[in-house]
């Protein structure tokens, strides 16, 4: 399998000896049933486009798995949030009209929101959300509760890795565009997200910053402020009046670019202070869960070519999605091989096949087209090769949570 471009301090984290776990390809459900109906640590979610009713409000901790069904017109999105509202506990995406997906999760008790965010915009249709005591632990134990720590210790060090590249590699591209050096920046632009869009799954966790740094126009809600990448990406690559409703683009003032360009740093650093406070943990749940996140950002962004919509520099978005994937892979390796060594396989068949699509095209390090440039025929294969990668990585969290 090609390597994704990964740091020497990246690819060391990957070789931190992870052993074997356990059996069993299902949820590893809690024996208790919950209120409401939560029966086996399954609950079911209707996703329409004006409700988000879950099967019951509580559950008691342990394994879950919110089997979410979209009976809505738009694609959507269901969450388990943190009892402040902004943490992201997981998540699951993409899910389009009359198509279910299953999210797994590790609950311990405390209190909790649903969300289900019919058409990918705004705040979600929220619930208050408990997590009963079972009096059971939550999670793996012995051995494999070992090696998942193992795991999590050498995510978090990757990710510390990628997101000390996205600061400075930020500082240098907001600094050539605050100086009004445009090629320059140009040039920072893609390889620079590349450290983003490895690891956004963990910024998406932290809620409020991934709106502040990474939303697209396409998205705003009416009166939302906007700020990000994708802002500044537009004042770059200005659009026609025919791609831009019509009229002509307003290039930012110097005043607005110094402003843009320190709320990019400011927000950076903040996303940078977060994984690296000492209390910052990644659980094998949410990597697993935050693989299938990555894919489905390149199927529901990148493939379209939507989430570069000026720049069309979104392989290297696609390139580096693929790669947090595969480390997230990488990391779990060892407890999902003993657990399913056959998904494993296949995984590895699938990543192969669709990296080796992608070096065609290029690579990070050497560079892309741009998006506009490719094939109706190379676009339909990566479209293929990405749908055959998500289909085994969606078991993968089961995987590994019924390890005990």
């Not at 920046?185 to 590349?194: E, F, G, K, S």
């Not at 399913?340 to 050497?366: I, N, P, W």
Request: net charge negative.
């Amino acid at each position: 399998m090609p390597r994704p471009a990964l740091t020497a301090a990246a690819l060391a984290v990957l070789v931190l000896p992870l052993a074997a776990g356990c059996v069993a390809n299902e949820p590893a459900a809690s024996t208790a049933d919950g209120a409401d109906g939560a029966t086996g640590g399954v609950l079911t979610v209707d996703s329409s486009a004006t409700d988000c009713a879950v099967s019951a409000t509580e559950a008691p901790s342990g394994t879950l798995t919110f089997s979410v069904t979209n009976s809505g017109d738009d694609i959507t999105e269901f969450y388990l949030l943190g009892e402040d509202g902004l943490r992201v506990v997981s998540e699951v995406e993409n899910i389009g009209p009359g198509l279910t997906r299953d999210l797994v999760v590790q609950a311990r008790p405390g209190s909790y929101f649903t969300a289900c965010k019919p058409g990918m915009v705004g705040d979600g249709i929220r619930a208050e959300f408990t997590v009963t005591d079972s009096g059971a632990d939550v999670g793996p134990s012995g051995d494999t509760a070992e090696q998942l720590a193992a795991a999590e210790a050498s995510y978090v060090a990757y990710v510390e890795d990628q997101v000390a590249s996205l600061v400075t590699g930020t500082q240098a591209f907001a600094d050539a565009y605050v100086a009004g050096d445009d090629e320059a920046a140009r040039q920072l632009y893609a390889p620079t997200r590349v450290h983003w869009e490895r690891v956004e799954p963990v910024a998406e966790s932290f809620g409020d910053l991934d709106p502040l740094l990474d939303l697209r126009e396409a998205d705003l809600e009416e009166g939302q402020a906007w700020s990000g990448w994708h802002y500044v990406e537009k004042d770059l690559w200005a659009p026609a009046p025919e791609d831009n409703g019509g009229v002509a683009y307003t290039p930012l003032t110097p005043e607005q670019r110094r402003t843009a360009a320190a709320d990019l740093v400011r927000y950076t650093q903040q996303l940078a202070d977060q994984v690296t406070a000492d209390d910052f943990t990644f659980e094998a749940f949410q990597i697993a869960n935050g693989a299938k996140e990555l894919l489905d950002e390149v199927a529901g962004g990148k493939v379209t070519g939507e989430e570069e919509i000026w720049s069309h520099t979104d392989l290297w978005d696609f390139e580096a999605n693929v790669d947090g994937a595969w480390v997230a892979v990488e990391v779990l390796r060892d407890v999902a091989e003993a657990e399913d060594a056959e998904l494993v396989a296949t995984l590895d068949e699938r990543f192969a096949a669709l990296r080796g699509l992608l070096a065609e095209q290029g690579s990070a390090d050497t560079g892309f087209p741009t998006y506009d440039a490719l094939s109706q025929g190379d676009i339909k294969a990566l479209a293929a090769a990405v749908d055959a990668v998500s289909e085994p990585l969606s078991q993968l969290t089961a995987t590994v949570t019924g390890a005990a």
